[in-house]
């Protein structure tokens, strides 16, 4: 079993700044990929970072320059630093992992349960 929790959303004044964090645990052989999505309400979810296990980041244009994603391998963990935030930036965060549970079995996504951001004007 495997298991993706986010931590660290919250209420926050435009301005101000956010530390995601989400942790994978459960039967974990090796983690490639993480991401981080955003679903603002009435919105498609949209793709805000993501980081390879050698670290290679990308980012949406929207977030270029405010936000930096970065990943802990040791323990299984992605951030997203989030600063310059915006009340457009108000939305649910979620993680997702791309993870193998044994050294043969396929690599699958796993999803986290989203983390409430809220950036008041």
């Known amino acids: 079993q495997v298991q993706l929790v986010e931590s660290g959303g919250g209420l926050v004044q435009a301005g101000g700044s956010l530390n995601l964090s989400c942790a994978a645990s459960?039967?974990?052989?090796?983690?490639?990929?993480m991401r981080w999505y955003r679903q603002a309400p009435g919105k498609q979810r949209e793709l805000v970072a993501g980081?390879?296990?050698?670290?290679?980041?990308n980012y949406a244009d929207s977030v270029k320059g405010r936000f930096t994603i970065s990943r802990d391998n040791a323990k299984n963990t992605v951030y997203l630093q989030m600063n310059s935030l915006k009340p457009e930036d108000t939305a649910v965060y979620y993680c997702?992992?791309?993870?193998?549970?044994?050294?043969?079995?396929?690599?699958?996504?796993?999803w986290g349960q989203g983390t409430q951001v809220t950036v008041s004007s």
């Open positions: 997702n992992a791309d993870l193998r549970t044994t050294i043969r079995s396929p690599t699958f996504r796993f």
């Open positions: 980081i390879t296990s050698g670290g290679s980041a």
């Open positions: 459960g039967s974990i052989f090796s983690i490639d990929s």
